[in-house]
């Protein structure tokens, strides 16, 4: 499933290749057939993200929900669009690109109440701009969850996945199992402040890099798959050298070193 860095950069390359075009909207699939004949044509305004959802304004009253889910994928084109492949629930034609969307977990046309309903569900996104720490810090603070369900918990905070859970609770040294209410205001600071900055990383590349590219002596653009990356499906900790221990935590693999994450 793709993590909050890659909805955001949707949202921003959308919004840059079709924002302020007419726009061609169809389904060649036809389960969204209707709504899009009643925006083909149209301006679309803005498109925005908030953690794993993406937003296609065209008025106040209508905006596409998409969230991808596990088989979401987006396929963009030069025009002309080739023939469509597989089932491609929505297609959206620009002046110069057109994109296809296949197989999204949701894919439908809301007004601004819906669109405010998903967000109040949601948890804060570290790369929305106004985002509020504070309101996070209160969810963990008061919570005897294991702090790497808390990090997956969409309610809590909105866009980290499973590379960026482990990721970010091995760089601060927090074993996944800490409960949210152990975690110091400080310690929370931090992994705030890493989450931010390593989700801006992963916007900027369009991919996950949690290391240092300097210490590792390349441009952060050239790591390969197996350098971008401390703890996430490896088997040893770049740290020490011990063996990592994996095991399922919230319904997902986490991956974590017991002597460096305490
Ligand atoms: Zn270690």
Not at 191 to 218: E, F, H, M, P, S
Request: overall charge positive.
């Amino acid at each position: 499933m793709p993590e909050g860095h890659t909805i955001h950069r949707l949202a921003r390359d959308h919004g840059k290749w079709f924002a302020g075009q007419q726009m061609g909207v169809a389904s060649p699939q036809g389960r969204f057939a209707a709504e899009a004949k009643r925006l083909d044509g149209k301006t679309l305004q803005d498109v925005t993200a908030h953690g794993k959802h993406l937003f296609y304004h065209w008025s106040p009253r209508q905006i596409i929900h998409v969230h991808l889910g596990l088989y979401g994928k987006f396929r963009v084109h030069k025009n002309p669009a080739p023939e469509p492949r597989g089932a491609v629930r929505l297609r959206m034609i620009g002046q110069q690109r057109a994109f296809d969307l296949n197989g999204p977990n949701r894919c439908e046309l809301i007004g601004k109440g819906k669109l405010l309903e998903i967000r109040s569900r949601l948890g804060e996104d570290p790369l929305r701009e106004h985002a509020c720490p504070e309101t996070v810090w209160q969810r963990i603070e008061r919570s005897r969850a294991p702090l790497g369900t808390l990090l997956l918990n969409q309610t809590v905070i909105a866009g980290v996945g499973n590379v960026y859970r482990a990721e970010i609770l091995f760089l601060l040294g927090i074993h996944p199992e800490r409960p949210g209410n152990e975690l110091q205001r400080d310690d929370f600071d931090d992994l705030w402040q890493l989450t931010v900055d390593l989700l801006n990383i992963g916007v900027r590349y369009n991919r996950i890099i949690t290391v240092d590219a300097k210490r590792i002596g390349k441009p952060a653009s050239r790591l390969n798959s197996g350098e971008r990356l401390n703890i996430y499906k490896k088997t040893k900790c770049p740290r020490c050298n011990r063996r990592v221990r994996t095991w399922e935590l919230a319904n997902r693999k986490m991956y974590a070193c017991e002597k460096c994450q305490t």
